[in-house]
């Protein structure tokens, strides 16, 4: 069954680019991929399988059914892009302006409609159920998966396994991690509110620059003094606005920034952490503020068994020359709420574009990746996927 699906799968390698180069020229952003949706359900419809579309919004499930009885196996793939305006010189280069597939995600659509396919049509050599989940909006917070799942896209999952093809990893390695792999990812905003004036007068104001540039300093120690050195966190400010004239001090100013952490234990400290510090170095200004944590995916946590028999699959995938550990990665995915309510893992792919020495990393409009690697992923989806099977049955 092994050499079937993956014999079937290099037959359709040139179908999976295809469709990858077709959805990269067509990209749609967060929340708005209805075309993009009715292009993965119509794919469905043509080949006779069962699918549903609007699944939490624009999301898509598509069901392949075994003729032996089984478990239920979820695998996942995300569609949304990124508003980048692409600077590639391709032939296949985003049309749509200001918008562009920059993290991949046309290639993890790709990787799972052809692997849908050859399930489908080997299926009456299959024991079980293949779910095949087509999540919207993963880039952009609340993110898709809360509501596909509230509508019922893992019910009866016994299993779910994900990838993200990584451009910055060489094709052929596939990274696992036992436990956190990826980040919580939250956001804060933070207004400090002092009094203006002139700038020859500094006396007669409350500098909200001056104070908000002390904060900035300030934040530095949450992560290096009050977070364990043996947990990993990030506060970075990514954005400091307080425009004004030359000649004017600043009544206020707007820092706006993320926190990443790996457990809830962290995640809390920092939230609370932050105000005290914001709240301290207001005071000492003569300042007032105000503070707003928001919580966006949280983090990435790996089921040890199913990472165990992720590892044993790509073992018996001829084209993954090297299977590693991965460090953790701060950034975040929204992959994380699936494996609350299931068991599963999630891993890396390795995409490392073969014409280049330095690869653009993710979100870069210059981003792109190796197409080989979508068939390295959907050899080892595929094979974990049959592999749970066997863990049933024995």
């Not at 159920?129 to 898709?144: F, L, S």
């Not at 036992?178 to 933070?190: C, H, L, Q, S, Y």
């Not at 904060?215 to 290096?224: A, D, F, K, Y």
């Not at 792109?368 to 595929?382: R, V, W």
Request: hydrophobic share 40%; glycine share 8%; charged share 20%.
């Amino acid at each position: 069954m092994k050499e079937t699906l993956f014999n079937k799968l290099e037959s359709l390698f040139e179908d999976m680019v295809q469709i990858r180069r077709y959805l990269h020229q067509h990209p749609e952003l967060s929340f708005q991929e209805v075309q993009t949706a009715h292009y993965i359900k119509s794919f469905y419809d043509k080949l006779g399988i069962e699918v549903r579309g609007n699944v939490g919004g624009n999301g898509v499930v598509a069901k392949i059914y075994g003729s032996k009885p089984g478990k239920t196996v979820a695998l996942r793939a995300d569609f949304d892009a990124l508003p980048i305006q692409e600077e590639n010189n391709l032939p296949y280069k985003s049309l749509v302006p200001g918008v562009m597939h920059a993290c991949g995600h046309d290639g993890h659509t790709a990787t799972l409609l052809i692997l849908g396919k050859v399930l489908h049509e080997i299926r009456e050599n299959l024991s079980g159920t293949y779910v095949m989940i087509h999540q919207h909006a993963e880039e952009y917070a609340p993110g898709g998966a809360i509501s596909m799942i509230q509508d019922g896209c893992l019910d009866g999952i016994d299993v779910i396994f994900g990838t993200h093809l990584w451009a910055t990893v060489p094709t052929g390695t596939i990274q696992y991690r036992v436990g956190p792999i990826m980040a919580a990812a939250d956001r804060f905003e933070i207004a400090i509110k002092g009094e203006g004036g002139h700038g020859a007068q500094p006396h007669k104001t409350k500098d909200a620059i001056v104070a908000a540039s002390q904060l900035i300093m300030n934040l530095q120690q949450v992560v290096s003094r009050r977070v364990s050195p043996i947990d990993s966190a990030v506060v970075s400010v990514g954005s400091f606005m307080a425009e004004n004239a030359f000649n004017v001090i600043a009544d206020k100013a707007q820092l706006v920034g993320t926190a990443r952490t790996f457990t809830e234990e962290s995640r809390q400290l920092i939230e609370d952490e932050l105000e005290k510090v914001i709240k301290g170095t207001c005071y000492a200004n003569d300042c007032t503020y105000d503070y707003t944590y928001f919580r966006g995916y949280p983090a990435v946590v790996n089921h040890p068994v199913e990472t165990k028999l992720l590892i044993e699959s790509a073992t018996q995938v001829p084209d993954v020359t090297k299977i590693e550990e991965s460090e953790p990665e701060m950034a975040g995915e929204d992959f994380a709420y699936y494996l609350q309510h299931v068991k599963g893992t999630f891993f890396f792919t390795g995409a490392k574009p073969t014409d280049v020495q330095s690869p653009y990393p993710h979100h870069h409009p210059k981003f792109n990746f190796d197409e080989k690697a979508m068939l390295i992923a959907a050899k080892t989806l595929g094979i974990a996927a049959l592999n749970a099977q066997m863990k049933q049955e024995e």
